[in-house]
């Protein structure tokens, strides 16, 4: 036991002042940061297994059994942080990164018609594990172009392929049922009229132009041009003569 602080030496003060300042603030030439947070429901329970990801640096990370996720080596300055998790309402916060440490405490929401759909419907349940999934690749950046709800709404478009119109790489073509896309610069050794490969909810469908689905419909879309790009589960098997894909997820019933 030390004593009453009064009669400590020196010494010994001096090192704790010097070592309680080491500890309020980074060196004035530190380039990087550190960001931690814990998610909670309403209730304060922790909540597992949530996805939190910083999209503009494509870093992705999960809380643990306790709700605890910590980002480090992030440059200085604000960044937007999502945090997911199956049957609760997304969550963005702003977070600082400067020389002090914060940590960000986050309530998730239970989103009702996830769980109900997962409850009740098989193929609903699929659905909203596969839009999960395309938030993961889109923080990732996996090597594709999303389109998030929010991203297609502010376009208001009333087709979707007015949508995609301006996307690098895409020109609007029109096809035999409808206004439909193609990748300028696709892999494929076929015409530049070959219809790229649309996947809807998880599964293949042939000779679909995009403007078959309705935009009112979609919840998110992911655009590759090519099989190097491509995710695995999405691949095609003749793929020298891919002309890109398209997946399109649909949304929820009951979702807002």
């Not at 690749?137 to 949508?163: D, M, P």
Request: hydrophobic residues 40%; charged residues 25%; glycine residues 8%.
């Amino acid at each position: 036991m030390l004593g009453h602080p009064l009669l400590l030496p020196m010494r010994i003060l001096t090192a704790v002042a010097v070592t309680a300042c080491l500890l309020a603030a980074a060196p004035a030439g530190a380039q990087d940061g550190t960001v931690r947070g814990v998610v909670k429901d309403s209730a304060g329970k922790a909540i597992g297994d949530a996805d939190v990801s910083i999209v503009e640096l494509h870093q992705l990370t999960r809380t643990d059994d306790k709700g605890n996720f910590i980002f480090t080596r992030l440059a200085r300055g604000e960044h937007e942080v999502m945090i997911r998790r199956l049957g609760f309402k997304p969550e963005v916060i702003k977070v600082m990164v400067n020389d002090l440490a914060f940590s960000y405490d986050v309530t998730m929401t239970p989103q009702a018609a996830v769980l109900a759909a997962m409850e009740t419907n098989a193929s609903e349940a699929r659905l909203a594990r596969g839009l999960e999934d395309f938030y993961r690749r889109r923080a990732r950046g996996t090597g594709g172009t999303f389109f998030t709800r929010e991203e297609i709404l502010k376009r208001n478009a009333s087709r979707t392929s007015e949508v995609l119109r301006n996307t690098p790489g895409i020109r609007v073509v029109r096809g035999r049922t409808g206004n439909g896309v193609r990748f300028t610069q696709a892999s494929s050794s076929k015409r530049n009229d070959c219809i790229p490969v649309v996947w809807l909810d998880g599964q293949e469908v042939q000779g679909m132009e995009i403007d078959d689905i309705s935009v009112t419909d979609i919840e998110a879309i992911e655009l590759y041009s090519g099989p190097s790009t491509t995710p695995m589960q999405f691949s095609q098997k003749w793929a020298k003569d891919a002309c890109g894909t398209i997946v399109v997820w649909t949304r929820i019933p009951g979702t807002p």
